[in-house]
């Protein structure tokens, strides 16, 4: 089971509607996510509509949107993760995972 299976699945459970991916590189794991409404924070990620190129500190300064589902997969620092769990906590839906 992939990580992109696991987050499917949760959402499908919790009839989630939409997401945050933290760190999409390439966007492999973003694209394959069954949610309509799908956002991203990456600054070296390609340009796109629904794709903020700016640091997830920047984002989360900047944006007050909630989601559903929060995927963190950035900066794999200890210190960044811990940041954007924390963040990512503030800007849950009620019930998001």
Do not use: C
């Not at 340009?47 to 909630?66: G, R, V």
């Amino acid at each position: 089971m992939t990580r992109t299976d696991i987050i499917n699945k949760v959402a499908a459970a919790n009839d989630a509607k939409t997401y945050l991916e933290i760190g999409i590189r390439n966007a492999e794991n973003f694209d394959r996510v069954d949610i309509t409404d799908l956002w991203g924070v990456d600054p070296r990620a390609a340009s796109a509509d629904n794709i903020s190129q700016i640091t997830s500190d920047e984002y989360f300064a900047e944006f007050s949107e909630k989601f559903d589902v929060i995927f963190i997969d950035g900066d794999h620092s200890a210190d960044q993760s811990q940041k954007d769990a924390l963040n990512a906590l503030k800007h849950l839906n009620k019930g998001g995972v």
